[in-house]
Structure formats: C-alpha cells, structure tokens
C-alpha cells in the first residue's frame, strides 16, 4: 500500500483510526511516525485529537494492511451491478398494501 | 478510474478525462509522473511551511501578554505542527519518504512559504500574522478542499477547520491593540505595515509568470489563478483594517467602482524572489534552528527505537 523503506528516523508508519463516539465506528484519520504503537497512540491523540473528534483510538503498523489492487476493481465490484434484484426498489407491489 | 493497461498516451487520456469529470485520485491509482511531483512539490512545501511557520509565533509564547493568550499561541503552535503532519502523511501516500522530505528541507532543496522569514520583532506581530497570514492561508487553502489528489484534499478540510480559529484571534488581538492606548495603536499599525505586503505576496507571482499554473488548474490541483486568489484577500482584508481602524500602508490603494474591486500599488517581485532565494531577513535563523532542532533531537529518535525494540524483546522472552 505504502513505500515500506517509509521511516521518519527509524519510526515506522502507522495508520490511525478514530471512533468519534460510541456508536459509530473507526475511521481512517490518517498516519503517523512512532518508534511501537504505544507512541504511536499518544502521538495519535495530539495529531488527530486536539478538539474532542475522539473517545477510541486504533493504529496499525501501515505495513500490515493488505489493499486490493485497483486494477481488480472490476473483477471484485461490477458483478454486483447486474444484481439489481438485491434491492427493494427492484419489485412492484400495490401502493395500497403497507408496511412493505 | 485509471490503472496499468494500454500505452501510456492512453492511460493519460483516461486519466485527464477522470480528472476533468471532477473525479478524485487515490493513491493506488495510475498518475502521470508530473502530477505525481507536482504534488509531492506542493504538499511537502506546504508541509515544511507550516513546520517553519511555529518559529516566529513560538518567539513569543514566553513572553505572551496573559495566561489566556500564552494559552491562544500555544494552542495554535500546536496546531501548525499538527497542520505538517497532516500534510506530510498526504504527500507520503506519493510513496515519497519523510526521511527524504525532511532532508530536502535542512538541505534547502525543498523551499517553504516565504513569508515565514519575516522577523517577529513585537507582540502586535502575533495578532498581525493570524490576521493576515492565516487569513490569506485560508483563502489559498478553501480551494484545496476540492483538489484532485484525495489525500491533499482530506487534509486540506482539516486544516481549514482548524485554520479559522487562527484568523480569528489574530484580529481579536489586533482589535484589542488598535483600540487599546496610542502605543498599543501604534504598535498594531507597525505590525501591519511590517505584514501587508509579504502577506499580498503569499498568493505568489502574477499570472503572467506563474508558468505552471495552466497544468496544475486542468489537472483541479489549483482551482483559482494567484492574483484572483490575490484580489479576494485584498478585498476582504481592506475592509477588515477599516474596523481595526487601521491603515493599509499603501498610498495607490484604491476602490474600483467598475469593478468592485480595491486596487492595491505595484507589488516588489524583486522582494519576493530575493527572499524565496533565501536571502530574507530570518532565512538563516530559521534554517539553523530546524536543524538544530533535528540534530539535538537525534538521541531522542534513536533512544525511543531502542526502548520499542527491548520491549518487543522482552515480550517474546515472556512468550517464550
């Protein structure tokens, strides 16, 4: 995904990942250098968190994430265009009948 | 969409065509290697202004005027440091190293906003750069929210976020200085004389020899040219000085009825170039200061790896 020869003075890359509140889930902030993950969530905290966007914090090592590869966008994603059955706009019912 | 197929002209043609139809580039996705280092150019450069731009505010944090603006300015250093990290994580999506970007800094390779090689001689200057550095920073940056680069754009909306409380406090201080006592008046107009015309300058060279712009507007990475840029920062900030009540220090400066436009006098490019070159009046000490920085920094760097990787050692004996 990334350059792995990647460092900032031997710090690796982490991706930081913040839940905003309870109920919702992490999302991709951004990224960050730290010498282990310890640091690499305080430094996540002062980086991403400076006005309360946070209550939860995941960072992993930039490395270890696995992407698919744009050039399989179509394999992976157009055979669900065709499936126009998956959704409920696709059958015809009566307008009077409810609760459908 | 663009990825790996076909010949390269056609991968350009797709990739103009995506770009064109208001699509946005992520950074798996096939690029030209000229939007590449434009990009990396323009992040990076912005990346290390906002690193070197916590100098002269962080001049004055020691001696800030009370605890709630000593509170302000720090709040706001640290908000420029956050801004470069933001920034430094979009250009390194480029697959572009930050050991290389910081290199190319101290090695002065890399350039960054020439503004921040003006001195801070006053407190005034504090209120003066968030009025007017920051606020030219934000009508550079609102742009950039929609530039085509996805990464650059995500940061940009942050840092726009962030950037407003910037302004603000700069023009509250300044309003606090120019309806102050007559010194703290005078103060505040120094700053502004010192601060208006490097701030007019931010926006970079005219239209006419900004030779790069045509490229970086089809490719959307700039969305408006330099001087219309320019004008809307000089509208807005004229009137901004009319209630400060201060003067805009420039005797050519005059509203356009036609137009609707104030005109502002002839700008020095010779000013400008000179202190992109590295011959403004702080270039140096900002320089041997980043440097310093980094170099007194090192055992820092290298001691926290060592702590990380005897901790990791010492899990696995445990494991073990």
Known sequence: ?100 | MVHEAGSSDDMRERFDAWVAAENKIEPQDWMPEGYRKTLVRQISQHAHSEIIGMQPEGNWITRAPSLRRKAILLAKVQDEAGHGLYLYSAAETLNFSRDQMEADLMSGKAKYSSIFNYPTLTWADVGAIGWLVDGAAIVNQIPLCRCSYGPYARAMIRVCKEESFHQRQGFELMMALSHGTAEQKAMAQDALNRWWWPAVQMFGPPDNDSPHSAQNMAWKIKRFSNDDLRQKFIDMTVKQAQALELEIPDPDLKYNEETGHWEIGEIDWDEFWAVVKGHGPASRQRMANKRNAHADGAWVREAAVAFAEKERAGAQNVAE
């Open chain 1, 1 to 100: 995904m990334r350059d792995p020869a990647n460092k900032n003075g031997g710090w690796p890359l982490f991706e930081v990942f913040i839940r905003s509140k309870q109920g919702l889930s992490h999302v991709h902030a951004g990224s960050l250098h730290a010498a282990d993950a310890k640091m690499a969530i305080e430094n996540a905290r002062d980086v991403y968190t400076r006005r309360n966007e946070g209550t939860s914090i995941w960072v992993v090592p930039s490395e270890a994430i696995s992407a698919s590869a744009p050039e399989d966008k179509g394999e992976l994603f157009d055979p669900a265009d065709s499936k126009i059955y998956r959704h409920p706009t696709f059958y015809t019912v009566p307008d009077d009948v409810e609760c459908l």
